[in-house]
């Protein structure tokens, strides 16, 4: 069965510390897609990535970068100099292919408190 | 913001009530997903709409129902309410044209109290 594992329930690191959220998924798919969303504490959930199965290649944008490695399952998230502003839960979600559709898979998230 | 409205923003009633909630899609996009996120069970997926019809369910109570309608927006119909259907929902659209590359744009949710 599909699964998401972001072990961290909670993060405190001060600013401008990096810091990396991990995230291991299960699945027997080989198409499937990774998502990080992040929500801040006004509650919307905003998209940051998708990466599709056969995109090993890591993604930097910013102060954000993802390491996806097929070999462990993992596709974690690092946020270099992190600021306050960064402070929310981060998800991470898996999408499958289930009889032809894709709905989102969530990890548990992982709260991330930035110290000014 | 994502183009993706969700009325109402908060409601709270009471156990064993009936509520609907509002869902309109970004403009072009087809499919329709509602999403339950609890303190306890997380986020969940709970229904999927394409085009006006349901595609995929997921973790939906039969207390709960859901629709698509021409216009393509949807609504989620929650009933006989209990303590433990408090959460937020949030409803997301995307394209959809088939191929799983679809990036879910969420709404902002209703945070749902049942007292």
């Known amino acids: 069965a599909q699964k998401v594992t972001q072990a961290q329930t909670e993060i405190s690191v001060v600013e401008k510390e990096d810091v990396t959220l991990d995230c291991v998924y299960e699945t027997r798919d080989t198409t499937y897609y990774l998502f990080w969303y992040k929500q801040p504490p006004s509650g919307e959930l905003v998209f940051l990535i998708r990466?599709?199965?056969?995109d090993e290649q890591n993604e930097i944008s910013g102060r954000y970068s993802w390491n996806f490695q097929k070999s462990t399952s993992s596709f974690n998230f690092t946020i270099t100099a992190s600021q306050v502003v960064d402070s929310a839960v981060y998800f991470c979600a898996l999408s499958e292919a289930f009889g032809g559709n894709y709905q989102l898979i969530w990890g548990a998230g992982t709260k991330l408190i930035i110290k000014p | 913001d994502s183009g993706v409205t969700q009325t109402p923003k908060h409601l709270i009633t009471a156990t064993g009530q009936r509520v609907t909630l509002r869902c309109s899609p970004r403009s072009g996009d087809l499919s329709v997903y509602w999403y339950q996120q609890s303190l306890d069970q997380g986020l969940q997926f709970l229904i999927q709409?394409?085009?006006?019809?349901?595609?995929a369910k997921g973790n939906i109570l039969e207390r709960f129902s859901a629709q698509q309608f021409p216009d393509l927006h949807s609504e989620l119909n929650l009933s006989s309410l209990e303590l433990g259907d408090s959460a937020l929902y949030f409803c997301a659209s995307s394209v959809d044209l088939g191929g799983g590359d679809n990036e879910q744009f969420f709404g902002p949710g209703t945070r749902l109290t049942v007292l």
């Open positions: 990466r599709n199965s056969f």
């Open positions: 709409y394409y085009n006006g019809e349901e595609r």
